[in-house]
């Protein structure tokens, strides 16, 4: 079992939609939740971190924390052609981070 | 946010040759560094861990002879790719781990250097 699981993707919603990205972790200590973005050919630009549980609002960007069942969510409100990029979940247990693989997301105009 | 700056963001050698990589922190220390290599469509794969002031620790599969890592202080980290091979051509990207008093730890990558073996 990885670390850290994403949907690879790719996930495609319509310009002015809600997206949502979901990532499981398995570590139940884990103490921090990282959404990381990244643009073809680019390296990955930290957007988001969450550590307790609950919603954390960000403009557009939402996080939000389950640990009780190792979830943790992104959502993306009025998604626009800019969002679409890999979206890269990361959890840090105290002593490692640990990166998913990220999930695809397309924003259709 | 943290700003992380990596040197050369391309370079173009031939095969056999040297090319080191240079990963530095501009507005935090960073006791640890991380390389990640990344091939086209494919996701971030993580070569080592580098600390400052002691030796780096490799992931599985990675050999450490070929991928030399410094990290001779808090805001610099460097990793040198020796003899070259064109298979070695791929995006190397590293991050730095900022721990801030109280808050979490927190990584934060350079903009990546594309390294193009002939």
């Known amino acids: 079992q990885k670390e850290v699981e994403q949907n690879s993707g790719p996930l495609s919603v319509p310009e002015g939609a809600i997206a949502s990205l979901n990532c499981t972790y398995s570590?139940?200590?884990?103490?921090?939740f990282f959404w990381y973005r990244q643009y073809s050919g680019k390296s990955p630009e930290l957007i988001m971190f969450?550590?307790?549980?609950g919603d954390k609002e960000d403009g557009r960007f939402t996080a939000q924390l389950n640990k009780a069942s190792q979830y943790v969510s992104l959502l993306i409100r009025d998604s626009q052609p800019s969002d679409s990029a890999t979206y890269l979940c990361?959890?840090?247990?105290?002593?490692?981070?640990?990166f998913g693989t990220g999930t695809s997301l397309t924003v259709i105009p | 946010g943290a700003v992380v700056s990596q040197h050369p963001s391309r370079v173009i050698c031939k095969s056999g040759t040297s090319v080191k990589i240079e990963c530095r922190s501009l507005?935090?220390?960073?006791?640890?560094m991380f390389w990640y290599r990344q091939f086209p469509k494919q996701s971030l794969m993580l070569m080592a861990t580098?600390?400052?002031?002691?030796?780096?620790?490799?992931e599985q599969g990675v050999e450490k002879d070929k991928f030399l890592i410094n990290h001779a202080s808090l805001t610099l980290s460097t990793l040198t790719v020796t003899s070259a091979h064109p298979e070695d051509s791929s995006f190397y990207i590293c991050?730095?781990?900022?721990?801030?008093?109280?808050?979490?730890?927190?990584?934060?990558f350079g903009p990546g250097t594309r390294l193009t073996v002939l």
């Open positions: 580098s600390n400052e002031g002691s030796k780096a620790t490799y």
């Open positions: 991050s730095a781990d900022r721990t801030s008093g109280g808050a979490t730890d927190t990584q934060y």
């Open positions: 990361a959890v840090f247990t105290g002593n490692q981070f640990y």
């Open positions: 570590d139940r200590g884990s103490q921090s």
């Open positions: 969450i550590y307790s549980n």
């Open positions: 507005d935090f220390q960073a006791t640890t």
